[in-house]
Structures are given as C-alpha cells and as structure tokens.
C-alpha cells in the first residue's frame, strides 16, 4: 500500500514538473481600438509666421498612411505635390513649391493615419500653420451628392474661389482652396479668409484641378460667405443622492454654412469623331462614331470600280453612332477590299462641327481555318461531281447500277433546298400582361406581309382569331419588331408566320414560326399607387434592388400609379422633369443649368400577391442625403476599425447593444426639411433653426 503511495506521489511530481518546463506562449491582451494620438507637431498647429518648407507630427505610436492620393489633400493646391511619408512614429511632409507669403497651409488627411498594429484610423485628422502673422479660421462644410441617383462621391475634390473672380475660372484656373470628400460624401474647406467664395466639387481626372467638360463636377448657384457663430452649452452634475451640485458652462464655435448640398453630374459631353471603322463579315460593314451625330456619315465606293449605286442597307442605332451597312451588292461581297471615302462630322478645334473626308479601306481576309475548310468543301463537291458523272456514264452505257449507286444520282438530282432565315420569337411562353409579341430577324427585312402573320387568342379553352390585329412595326436597331397591342390577363395566345410572308435584303424568305405564350392572372400581381407633393411635371421609376429602373410612369394630379407589378421588393425616386420629356436631364454649368432634381423614398416597398398599396410620400420630409436605402447604395461609407470587434462587427456597448455612430458636424438632419423652400444652399439656415 505505502509503495502505491510512493508511486502516485512520484506521477504528480512528474507531471508538475513537465508542466512548469513547457513555457507557452502569452495570451495575447485585449484587441486595441484606440486611434493614434498626435503627441507633437513641428511647427505647432495654428502656428503664424513659420519659415522652412517641412512639417513633422509625431505620434504615441507607429504609423502609416493608407490611399494617400485619393484621401489626402493640400491647401493652397500645390504645383508639385508635397512628399508626404510615415517615419516609425512620425509623419513628414516636405513642400516641393515656394511657401507663399501670408498664406494658410492646411493638410487634410481625412481618414488616411492608422497605427501600425490594428489598422485603427484617426478620421478627420487636418494640420493647418500660417506663413503670416495671422492664420485664417473659416470653414465651409456640407456634401456631394451624385444628382442622378444621390449616391455619395467619395475621395471627389471640393475647391473654392474668391468671389472676385469671374465664372470662367471654374474651366481655366486651379481652385485656391481644396479638400476632398470622405467615404460618405461629406467635406470641410478649411482655412479660409472672411470673403465671398464660390463652391464647386471635381472628379479631377486629369489633376489640373479645374474643371473639364468630359469631368464629373457640381456647383453652388449661390454665392457663400462663410461666418461663425458663438453659443453656450450646461451640463449639470448631480450629487449622489440626486440633487445639483453644479452647472459647467462652455462656450462653442460653429462654423457656416455647414449643410452645403453640390450635386455632382456629368454633362455626357464627348467630341465627335470617327472612332473605329471594320468589315465584320464579307456582307457587312461597321462604322462607330464617338457619340451621337446630328447627319449621318456619307459613304461613297471607290473600288471596286463596278458596284450598283443602291449597294447596301443601313442599320442604324437609336443614336446614330453605331451603324452597319449590310452590303447587298453581290461584287463588293465577293472583293477583298472595299474602299471607301467617307465624310462625317467631327469636333474640330475651336470646338465646333465641321465636315472631313477620309478614305478607308474595309477588309476582309479570311482565317487559316476558313481557308483550309474552304477548300475542303470544294475537294469534296468536285470528288461528288466526279462521282456523279462516273455514274451517268454507266447509266449511259447501259451498265446496271446497284441500290445504293441508284439512291446517289437520285440524291444529286433532287432540287436544291431554296436558302431561308429563321424569325426568332423573343416573346417568352409566359408573359406578363404588360409584355408585347416580339420577334426578332437575323438580317435587315425588305418586306413582311401583314397576310402571312396569323394571331388566335385561347378563351375558355377554345382558339379564336383576333380580329383587327395590328402589323408588326420595327423597333430600336430595325432587326426587332413588336406587335403594338395589349395582351388580356388569363388568356393564350398562338402567333404564326407563314413562310414567305417575309423577305430579307438578300431575297431570301423566312421558315414557318409557330409559338405560344400564356399570359399571367391579375391576381398574380399588385398595384401601387403614390401620393406625391410635387407638380406633374415629374417621373416616378420604379427600382429593383439593383438600383435598376423596372417601370416608369408620369406623375399626374400628385398620383403616380403603377399596375399589374410583379409581386417583389423594390424602390422608388421621383424626377422633377423641369423639360417634360419624361427622363432625368443633366445640367450645364456655363449655362448655369443644375441638373433635374432627384429625390428617394427612404424605405423599401414590400409588394405582395393581390395587394393594393396606397403610400403617401412627401418628398421633402426627409433629409435629401439620407433618403437613399443603405440597400441599395452603391458608394458604401467605410466602417471605422476603431468600432469593430475581432469578428469585424460593430463593438456593443455596456447593454449590450451596438455602438451608435458619433454626431458630427454634418448636421445629422441632412439637408431636407417639412419647409424647404428650393434653395438647397439657403435651407441650412432654416435647418439649424429647427435644430436648436
């Protein structure tokens, strides 16, 4: 017994012993959340009068600088950029251009800092230090929005002007003080004179800092005039057993306007010339123009000498900028190269249309394979002609042929199939009620017979014929073709085109197409009707989650209805269409024209199965940039790391719940209101009323 004692006391020493020799690795402490902390800068923030051209901020910790070209900015804008670069705990820009006499400096790295270890961000960091004795201290906040679809502009320039300038100096000269959006759209101009400026946002793609007309750019009509306003904030503290013991008071700055709206558009501006010319296929040619011409090119061949002057059929976009010219002449067909002089419009240099000439060479030369199987075939039909004349000398001859030498010269002497095409029904089996019959021809038509196109409708299980049908009308690119008539819910309908009821450019008629498609109950769908506090002389479209447009319908008496919609989740936006012409328009800054207003509805729309759905929409009621669904915004803003756990989740606090965001200087009311009065640059001001 005492020996089993022994041995159980020698295993427990052991087995301590192991385990005081196996040294294991730390546990690693808490995740750290904490941004870097600017310990000291060289010169100091807010310093005048400083000499040298390098600036040093130094940190509590190892840093560095990530997306530094798109986030970080420099004013006054700078010839030659600063050399900015992380240093262990330092961060050191060196100014490449003279320092200007009596200037604010400010570099905005927005959210561009991070320490070395977890990545957290220091947001909205900004350095600013004067060459005078004095350095300048007004701001002018707010937020670019992309007009067509408010989406934020993220990373895009904001620039100012002084007020002296005229309005040309947008497209000639660089802005005087510049900074950028942050992930949200948002932006501070900091470091600016008491003045009058004018504001604009710039997708600057080629860096000179002022704008171009094939740019992204927004604008303020009006002018602003910075200022800033003092006031008081109490805070009261409670002794433990609930009574006052005091009222801190503290004075603050606020700095306006800080709620500036630019919506941000592209004026589709594209000079025309000829961008590609090719021959696709021997029967076809392409000519691309860079964007839409106001005449089409004209084409006049060169060689071959003989071609009929009709020689082709042209097929031709919406926009006149893709055309195709199916060649009919069977001599050009068979030519090698086709040349061509060919004269169209272009933008010239003084930036207007005028009329060139080139001479083009369209070719076609056949592949290796094409080749190598073109004369495969002809090896094949001549050893067939050989074949067959061997046969029919014999016959001749009066030499008896067997079964299958009979069933050879039988085949050889059928008639040759007459060439067709195939029409396509684009039209699905199952259609909805707002669908239209289309069909669809791989080659241009000279003709189709209404009397070859027959159209039954199925009721109640019997076939009848639709009487007065409508003729089939070529729509888009002329290839498609659509029966211009609305289908009846609950019914099938059969569609057939005889064969020859079409012709084709080359003669040829088309098979016999025969297909059916059932139209869908009204039961299947819902119907939304939404009350609007806008003019008719608005859009309302229909989006899916995609953002993609579904329906479009006009607004008329404040109502916009939309019937027989497919039971899903979609979105909603109104355009106030300024021209009526029924889509959203850009604006022109040297026309001082702001792009066609566009407004969201701030929630999804859950249709289901035979609903009807009434919803009520003031368009103003809620702030401009935050009507736009976070499901279906594209330019997400980035999450902060400082807010987020080890599985890369909001951080909750002390009940449990997930952190809310920071206030900011934004305004979190955004920009619209129950009193907007349509000037998006003057409701700040009734903005921060209703916010006091």
Same mark, same amino acid.
């Given at each position: 017994m005492k020996g089993l004692a022994h041995i159980v006391v020698a295993m427990v020493v052991a087995i301590m012993l192991a385990a005081c020799a196996n040294i294991g690795s730390p546990e690693g402490g808490p995740r750290d959340y904490t941004p870097p902390r600017v310990v000291k800068t060289s010169p100091q923030a807010g310093a005048t009068n400083v000499k040298g051209n390098r600036v040093e901020i130094y940190f509590n910790e190892i840093v560095n600088i990530k997306d530094q070209m798109k986030k970080v900015s420099v004013s006054p804008v700078q010839k030659n950029q600063p050399v900015i670069k992380s240093l262990g705990k330092r961060i050191v820009v060196d100014f490449r251009d003279d320092m200007q006499p009596n200037t604010t400096y400010t570099i905005d790295f927005a959210n561009s800092i991070e320490d070395n270890n977890e990545g957290n961000q220091l947001d909205g960091y900004a350095f600013s230090f004067s060459t005078g004795d004095e350095i300048d201290t007004m701001r002018i906040s707010g937020i670019v929005l992309r007009a067509k679809d408010l989406e934020p502009m993220q990373h895009v320039l904001v620039g100012a002007y002084s007020q002296c300038l005229d309005d040309t100096a947008f497209t000639r000269l660089p802005m005087e003080r510049i900074t950028r959006t942050n992930s949200r759209g948002e932006f501070t101009l900091m470091g600016l004179k008491p003045g009058r400026y004018r504001v604009f946002a710039l997708n600057d793609m080629d860096g000179d800092y002022h704008m171009a007309r094939t740019e992204d750019y927004a604008f303020v009509d009006a002018v602003i005039e910075p200022s800033v306003e003092t006031y008081t904030s109490s805070d009261t503290i409670f002794t433990f057993d609930h009574r006052v013991d005091s009222v801190m008071t503290a004075t603050h700055s606020a700095f306006l306007p800080n709620d500036v709206l630019l919506s941000m558009m592209n004026e589709d501006y594209h000079s025309l010339y000829l961008k590609k010319t090719e021959r696709t296929t021997p029967s076809k040619l392409h000519v691309l123009m860079s964007t839409i011409s106001p005449e089409l090119p004209k084409l006049k061949i060169i060689s071959p000498d003989e071609h009929v002057d009709n020689w082709c059929a042209l097929q031709a976009t919406s926009r006149n900028d893709s055309l195709f010219y199916w060649i009919t002449d069977s001599a050009l067909i068979k030519a090698d190269t086709i040349k061509v002089e060919?004269?169209?419009?272009?933008?010239?240099?003084?930036?207007?249309?005028?009329?060139?000439?080139?001479?083009?060479?369209?070719?076609?030369?056949?592949?290796?394979?094409?080749?190598?199987?073109?004369?495969?075939?002809?090896?094949?039909?001549?050893?067939?002609?050989?074949?067959?004349q061997q046969l029919e000398q014999k016959e001749q001859q009066g030499k008896p042929l067997n079964d299958e030498e009979m069933e050879e010269l039988k085949a050889a002497?059928?008639?040759?199939?007459?060439?067709?095409?195939?029409?396509?029904?684009?039209?699905?089996?199952?259609?909805?009620?707002?669908? !239209?019959? !289309?069909?669809?021809?791989?080659?241009?038509?000279?003709?189709?017979?209404?009397?070859?196109?027959?159209?039954?409708?199925?009721?109640?299980?019997?076939?009848?014929?639709?009487?007065?049908?409508?003729?089939?009308?070529?729509?888009?690119?002329?290839? !498609?073709?659509?029966?211009?008539?609305?289908?009846?819910?609950?019914?099938?309908?059969?569609?057939?085109?005889?064969?020859? *009821? *079409?012709?084709?450019?080359?003669?040829?008629?088309?098979?016999?197409?025969?297909?059916?498609?059932?139209?869908?109950?009204?039961?299947?769908?819902?119907?939304?009707t939404l009350k609007l506090n806008v003019s008719d002389s608005a859009v309302v479209q229909l989006l899916d989650a995609n953002d993609?447009?579904?329906?479009? !319908?006009?607004?008329?008496?404040?109502?916009?209805?939309?019937?027989?919609?497919?039971?899903?989740?979609?979105?909603?936006?109104?355009?106030?269409?300024?021209?009526?012409?029924?889509?959203?328009?850009?604006?022109?800054?040297?026309?001082?024209?702001?792009?066609?207003?566009?407004?969201?509805?701030?929630?999804?729309?859950?249709?289901?199965?035979?609903?009807?759905?009434?919803? *009520?929409?003031?368009?103003?009621?809620?702030?401009?940039?935050?009507?736009?669904?976070?499901?279906?915004?594209?330019?997400?803003?980035?999450?902060?790391?400082n807010k987020l756990d080890k599985a890369g989740k909001r951080k909750k606090s002390g009940d449990g719940q997930e952190e809310e965001e920071e206030d900011d200087e934004f305004n979190s009311r955004g920009f619209g209101n129950s009193t907007y009065s349509g000037n998006k640059y003057n409701d700040y001001q009734n903005n921060r009323r209703l916010n006091r």
């Amino acid at each position: 017994m005492k020996g089993l004692a022994h041995i159980v006391v020698a295993m427990v020493v052991a087995i301590m012993l192991a385990a005081c020799a196996n040294i294991g690795s730390p546990e690693g402490g808490p995740r750290d959340y904490t941004p870097p902390r600017v310990v000291k800068t060289s010169p100091q923030a807010g310093a005048t009068n400083v000499k040298g051209n390098r600036v040093e901020i130094y940190f509590n910790e190892i840093v560095n600088i990530k997306d530094q070209m798109k986030k970080v900015s420099v004013s006054p804008v700078q010839k030659n950029q600063p050399v900015i670069k992380s240093l262990g705990k330092r961060i050191v820009v060196d100014f490449r251009d003279d320092m200007q006499p009596n200037t604010t400096y400010t570099i905005d790295f927005a959210n561009s800092i991070e320490d070395n270890n977890e990545g957290n961000q220091l947001d909205g960091y900004a350095f600013s230090f004067s060459t005078g004795d004095e350095i300048d201290t007004m701001r002018i906040s707010g937020i670019v929005l992309r007009a067509k679809d408010l989406e934020p502009m993220q990373h895009v320039l904001v620039g100012a002007y002084s007020q002296c300038l005229d309005d040309t100096a947008f497209t000639r000269l660089p802005m005087e003080r510049i900074t950028r959006t942050n992930s949200r759209g948002e932006f501070t101009l900091m470091g600016l004179k008491p003045g009058r400026y004018r504001v604009f946002a710039l997708n600057d793609m080629d860096g000179d800092y002022h704008m171009a007309r094939t740019e992204d750019y927004a604008f303020v009509d009006a002018v602003i005039e910075p200022s800033v306003e003092t006031y008081t904030s109490s805070d009261t503290i409670f002794t433990f057993d609930h009574r006052v013991d005091s009222v801190m008071t503290a004075t603050h700055s606020a700095f306006l306007p800080n709620d500036v709206l630019l919506s941000m558009m592209n004026e589709d501006y594209h000079s025309l010339y000829l961008k590609k010319t090719e021959r696709t296929t021997p029967s076809k040619l392409h000519v691309l123009m860079s964007t839409i011409s106001p005449e089409l090119p004209k084409l006049k061949i060169i060689s071959p000498d003989e071609h009929v002057d009709n020689w082709c059929a042209l097929q031709a976009t919406s926009r006149n900028d893709s055309l195709f010219y199916w060649i009919t002449d069977s001599a050009l067909i068979k030519a090698d190269t086709i040349k061509v002089e060919i004269s169209y419009l272009r933008t010239d240099s003084t930036d207007q249309l005028s009329w060139k000439t080139d001479t083009v060479n369209f070719w076609h030369r056949k592949s290796g394979d094409e080749l190598k199987a073109e004369k495969e075939a002809q090896k094949e039909k001549e050893q067939l002609e050989k074949r067959i004349q061997q046969l029919e000398q014999k016959e001749q001859q009066g030499k008896p042929l067997n079964d299958e030498e009979m069933e050879e010269l039988k085949a050889a002497r059928r008639p040759k199939p007459v060439p067709t095409f195939k029409l396509e029904a684009v039209t699905k089996s199952s259609s909805e009620v707002y669908d !239209t019959l !289309t069909l669809k021809t791989p080659v241009p038509l000279s003709d189709i017979k209404h009397s070859g196109v027959h159209l039954d409708i199925k009721r109640d299980s019997v076939w009848h014929p639709v009487n007065n049908m409508p003729k089939f009308k070529p729509v888009d690119d002329g290839m !498609t073709y659509q029966l211009p008539m609305q289908l009846e819910p609950e019914c099938a309908y059969r569609l057939t085109v005889d064969s020859l *009821a *079409a012709t084709s450019i080359y003669g040829l008629h088309n098979d016999t197409l025969r297909f059916e498609t059932k139209v869908k109950a009204l039961e299947e769908y819902a119907n939304l009707t939404l009350k609007l506090n806008v003019s008719d002389s608005a859009v309302v479209q229909l989006l899916d989650a995609n953002d993609q447009v579904k329906r479009t !319908t006009q607004v008329v008496n404040g109502i916009a209805d939309f019937d027989n919609v497919p039971p899903e989740t979609y979105y909603a936006r109104v355009i106030l269409d300024r021209n009526g012409n029924g889509r959203w328009d850009t604006g022109n800054y040297l026309k001082h024209i702001q792009p066609e207003e566009v407004y969201y509805y701030p929630k999804a729309l859950k249709l289901r199965r035979n609903w009807d759905v009434d919803q *009520a929409w003031n368009i103003y009621e809620t702030a401009v940039d935050l009507q736009k669904p976070e499901a279906i915004k594209k330019n997400k803003p980035e999450e902060s790391k400082n807010k987020l756990d080890k599985a890369g989740k909001r951080k909750k606090s002390g009940d449990g719940q997930e952190e809310e965001e920071e206030d900011d200087e934004f305004n979190s009311r955004g920009f619209g209101n129950s009193t907007y009065s349509g000037n998006k640059y003057n409701d700040y001001q009734n903005n921060r009323r209703l916010n006091r």
